[in-house]
């Protein structure tokens, strides 16, 4: 934990008490002493400091001052055919890392039903892994998350919309003709959509729905990685690549 986040709703007249897990943070592992300071972030705010004013049996006290903005977020959507649970925990807490801005959990063939009924997508979860995410990268936004439980409604009624934003726009997939390269990027800063499938792949039907809304598709090689490897890998070449042309 690199960065202790506080919700807002915490904070009266510029002090929060801390329980749980924080608190234990605080005192175990930071080794925090009343009078002492810690790094401090408000969700979806800013960035600071806590000074810590009263240290009690699962309670720290702490008054808190912020300025410093967040890290600007990487101009990357992420589609997303939903894993099984204990993968989407690695994932969610991946993607809050690497700084992706929106997240699309959808539908797809190769998607196990069970998927949409685990409680891990219930808010208050969903929530709680991102911010692990946002932890450990020194970060403070949330990002934007949806679930879309169809396949053909979301490419039909909803992904037009969403490519507004996303000039550039590439559908990962073990079968893909091309390689990620510079040429994929034509402006290093491009907002860029990925769309990334089940570990056997996008169905075909799929693949050619994405094509037809202008996705190009894209093979890591001949391996086929595990989702809660892939995603990673790929934001991360995303990444360099844009450094790269930068």
């Known amino acids: 934990m690199n960065l202790i986040l506080i919700d807002p709703r915490e904070i009266k007249d510029g002090s929060a008490s801390l329980t749980g897990r924080r608190a234990k943070h605080i005192r175990k592992t930071l080794r925090g002493k009343e009078g002492g300071t810690i790094r401090v972030g408000i969700v ?3 960035i600071g400091s806590g000074l810590i004013r009263r240290i009690e049996p699962g309670m ?43 997240i699309f959990l959808i539908n797809a063939g190769r998607v196990e039903k069970s998927f949409f009924k685990a409680s891990l997508l219930s808010e208050e979860k969903l929530r709680e ?15 934007k998350i949806s679930i879309h439980r169809r396949f053909r409604p979301f490419i039909e009624d909803n992904l037009a919309e969403i ?10 997939h073990p079968g893909g003709a091309i390689k990620l390269s510079p040429a994929l990027l034509p402006e290093p800063a491009s907002p ?55």
Not at 70 to 89: D, Q, S, Y
Not at 163 to 172: E, G, I
Not at 205 to 221: A, P
């Open 163 to 172: 490519s507004r934003d996303y000039p550039v726009r590439l559908a990962a």
């Open 192 to 246: 860029t959509l990925v769309a990334i499938g089940p570990e056997g792949g996008w169905l075909d039907f799929e693949i050619d729905r994405f094509t037809e809304r202008g996705f190009g598709c894209f093979s890591l090689g001949p391996r086929i990685l595990r989702v809660d490897t892939a995603v990673p890998a790929i934001l991360a070449q995303l990444q360099l690549l844009r450094t790269l042309a930068g």
């Open 44 to 46: 979806n705010g800013l």
């Open 60 to 102: 720290v006290n702490l008054d808190i001052k912020t300025a410093k903005p967040p890290p600007a977020k990487t101009p990357t959507g992420l589609i997303l055919a939903l894993p099984r649970p204990i993968m989407l925990k690695r994932v969610l807490a991946q993607t809050a890392s690497l700084g992706i801005e929106r």
């Open 129 to 143: 892994y991102l911010l692990l995410g946002l932890e450990q990268a020194v970060d403070t936004v949330l990002p």
